[in-house]
């Protein structure tokens, strides 16, 4: 049996807007293993927040899961696969409310807005574990307490009873991970969790996630910018531009051999600490307004070896190896493509 | 060399050398803690506490260090946004002479406005949404009555074609604009008065990383084009690495070292240096199970309250019984690489770059 904990298909998550259409998610095909890291890496808009947001059925209207599977194995580790599609769940049952804070869980890009500022970082945390386990409430402090101790918050048997509005931000983004391990998940989402924190901070809080990860098997999606980060933390990556999940590989190959110019350009535009570039290579242009998406490949206005095929044809998925994918035209045989989609 | 400035008759100032455009001596920005109307002074946040470097003509300075530790301080003191609580800010004019920018009052500053500009944080927050781009750009001109109003559009669509944009686009409203292209905006509102210094404060922190590297791109051609200084303010220290000449390390308000850039990257003196320097990810995963990374434990020190001795010493690996009560002073080590660490000579610390 494989280790697959998650598998998406073709996953569509569109707004619906007075102004039209968005496609925020066009398409999205992606697999968690059990235990491993993958990250989800592009430049804002590119719809990774959207993306991890589906795969909890939290989307914010006017969006909704247009299309795809999102195929949950709710069994245990090694034991009979239970699998369930988290795309056909209504998004207010009890099903996924179930799911949702106990086997998935999520951290947020604004800590401030998952974080109450009415209650106490320990009432919050609290809350989570009486929802979803047969806990008294004794119990559950005691496991609150310990849970940011774990997570390295100093004195956690006072610090249970602060407001979130009086901790630090690293203190903050720590105590939402409390707060997301608290009924220990399958699946940990971290959608940006230390992109507002210095490096400092971030470094610390790094660490521990892939320390927890470890202890507790969890599977992390993680959803960054910053390809330094990536590089720290990941094992697999996916490279997502518009919607699509444009590059997919481990994360050695991603760095050392990336195949999409989109990855290549990415990894030309940063500045690196470990040599002196001359000049930074930006990519050209900017991120199309998302109410304007190209025709053909997505990224064809921006990219510097596109030709007169990429305009007209969708890149569809290419496996270069069996663990390294991309979907551009310079590695797809599509000669069959062309006549076949012009008799259409 | 010694230079007579003009406005501050009452002493004669002297610079480090010719090539020193400014040089900052023990600047101190201290804000009062008041507690809701009460305008009793509850205790003071030493935002800026003892602060000393130098810039020299035409380099990049880069100051780093982590939230809180008075980087925008400084930059607003050295624009005058603030009138600092102590210290000097010697600014050689254009003819030479010097002049004490710390000591004037409000209206002596105002020529000095033009030549040394701010790029601030938020490229967001930092235009109004309810002028255009003309407006913005010229804004200061009118303010400070620099140029008269029909040679001000020729001036905007000129600089607006330098920094990469349409000169049409002047008659629109920033909210048209993306992240990006609002950065260009903001450093063509900076570069409207030809000034020589500019403070850019986490100028490019917001951008994505294309856009990012197409204002870093940007910022480095306009520098040799015009000859600009800069003091450019980052927590981004790869971002750092890549445009900056030197580098100041700040933690609670001071200075704790001061070095060429490469040297802080292959040779860092100060133990926050070090540990600064570990906490940044490489965007390289070869070898990253290897690496060994240096925790600093607990919080960043209260600039309201800092500790006694050296503020470092709570989370300093290092620290030994004299640093708890001795705080250590800004040393030139030789080779113009300034430490604040008493221990600076014999500490064998760890660097980034082998
Ligand atoms: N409520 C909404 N209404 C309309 N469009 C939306 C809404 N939420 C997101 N979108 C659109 O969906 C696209 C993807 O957004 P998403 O937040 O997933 O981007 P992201 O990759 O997480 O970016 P960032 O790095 O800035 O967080 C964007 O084009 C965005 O404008
Ligand atoms: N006008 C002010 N009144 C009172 N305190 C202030 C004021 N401006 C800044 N401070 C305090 O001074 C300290 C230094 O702030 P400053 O903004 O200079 O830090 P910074 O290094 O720029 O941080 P960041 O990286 O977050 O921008 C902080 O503790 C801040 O809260
Ligand atoms: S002075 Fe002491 S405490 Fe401060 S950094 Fe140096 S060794 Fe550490
Ligand atoms: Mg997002
Ligand atoms: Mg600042």
Redo the contacts with the bound molecule.
């Keep these: 049996m494989d280790n697959t904990l998650i598998d998406v298909k073709d996953l569509k998550v569109h707004f619906f807007t007075d102004e039209g259409v968005v496609r925020a998610v066009d398409g999205v095909d992606l697999k968690l293993e059990r235990g491993r890291t993958l990250s989800l890496v592009g430049e804002s808009g590119c719809g990774k927040s959207v993306a991890c947001r589906a795969l909890m059925q939290i989307v914010r209207n006017p969006g909704k899961v247009v299309a795809g599977e999102i195929l949950y194995n709710r069994g245990a580790e090694g034991g009979q696969a239970e699998i369930i599609d988290i795309a056909k769940m209504d998004p207010k049952g009890k099903e996924i409310r179930d799911i949702r804070g106990k086997e998935i869980s999520m951290i947020f890009q604004e800590p401030m807005t998952s974080l109450s500022p009415m209650y106490t970082v320990g009432n919050q945390i609290i809350e989570n574990i009486l929802l979803h386990t047969n806990l008294t409430k004794e119990q559950a402090r005691d496991l609150a307490i310990k849970l940011l101790d774990q997570v390295g918050i100093p004195r956690a048997d006072r610090l249970v009873d602060e407001y979130p509005f009086r901790l630090s931000g690293g203190m903050r983004q720590r105590s939402m991970i409390a707060m997301a391990l608290s009924c220990n998940p399958n699946l940990l989402i971290a959608d940006e969790p230390t992109t507002a924190l ?1 490096v400092t901070t971030q470094a610390n809080i790094l660490d521990l996630m892939s320390d927890l990860q470890k202890s507790y098997n969890m599977t992390l999606l993680f959803i960054t910018h910053d390809l330094g980060v990536v590089a720290e933390i990941a094992d697999e990556v996916a490279v997502m531009y518009l919607g699509k999940i444009v590059e997919k590989s481990d994360v050695y190959t991603i760095f050392n051999s990336p195949r999409h110019p989109y990855t290549q350009a990415l990894l030309k535009s940063i500045p690196k600490i470990a040599i002196k570039r001359e000049d930074l290579d930006p990519i050209k242009g900017m991120v199309p307004n998302p109410f304007r998406r190209p025709g053909g490949c997505p990224f064809h206005p921006r990219c510097p070896q596109a030709f007169a095929e990429c305009k007209v044809l969708v890149p569809t998925t290419t496996q270069l190896t069996p663990n390294h994918s991309v979907q551009c035209l310079l590695y797809e045989n599509f000669a069959n493509r062309i006549a076949t989609e012009q008799k259409q | 060399m010694t230079a007579q400035a003009p406005l501050t008759p009452t002493k004669t100032v002297e610079m480090r050398d010719e090539n020193t455009i400014l040089e900052v001596n023990n600047l101190k ?1 201290h ?3 008041t507690k809701g109307i009460s305008t009793r002074v509850r205790g003071w ?4 506490d003892d602060v000393s470097f130098f810039l020299r003509q035409g380099e990049t300075l880069g100051l780093v ?12 003191c050295i624009v005058r946004a ?1 009138k600092p609580t102590a210290g000097e800010i010697l600014y050689r004019n254009e003819d030479g002479s010097v002049v004490d920018l710390a000591a004037l009052k409000p209206d002596e500053v105002r020529p000095y406005r033009k030549d040394i500009r701010m790029v601030f ?1 938020d490229p967001y927050s930092s235009l109004n949404p309810r002028m255009t781009v003309l407006e913005l750009i010229s804004e200061v001109l009118k303010v400070n009555k620099l140029e008269s109003s029909d040679t001000i559009q020729t001036r905007v669509g000129a600089l607006l074609e330098k920094v990469g944009m349409r000169p049409e686009y002047m008659q629109r409203y920033p909210h048209a604009f993306s992240g990006g292209e609002r950065q260009r905006i903001v450093v063509a509102r900076a570069l409207i008065t030809n000034p020589r210094i500019i403070v850019c ?2 100028a490019v922190s917001a951008l994505d990383v294309s856009i990012r590297a197409q204002i870093l791109n940007l910022l480095e051609s306009l520098q040799k084009e015009f000859n600009l200084t800069y003091l450019f ?1 980052s ?1 981004d220290l790869s971002v750092i690495r890549h445009i900056c000449n030197r580098i100041v390390v ?1 933690y609670v ?1 001071k200075v704790v070292e001061v070095s060429d850039a490469l040297e802080i990257y292959t040779g860092p003196r100060h133990p926050y240096t070090e540990a600064l320097l570990s906490s940044v990810p490489l965007a390289d995963p070869n070898g990253r199970e290897g690496r060994q990374r240096i925790h600093l434990e607990g919080e960043i020190a ?3 309250n800092p500790p006694s001795g050296c503020y470092f010493h709570p989370r300093c690996q290092y620290a030994k019984e004299r640093c708890k009560t001795d705080a250590p002073e800004l040393r030139d080590l030789g080779g113009n690489h300034f430490v604040a660490c008493h221990f600076a000579e014999d500490l064998k610390l760890a660097a980034v770059i082998k």
Excluded: L
């Design positions: 210095d | 920005m804000f009062p803690i946040v030493k935002a800026a260090g982590e939230s809180g530790c008075g980087k925008t301080t400084v930059g607003r603030y944080q404060d986490e303010i927590h700040m308000g209260d600039p309201s």
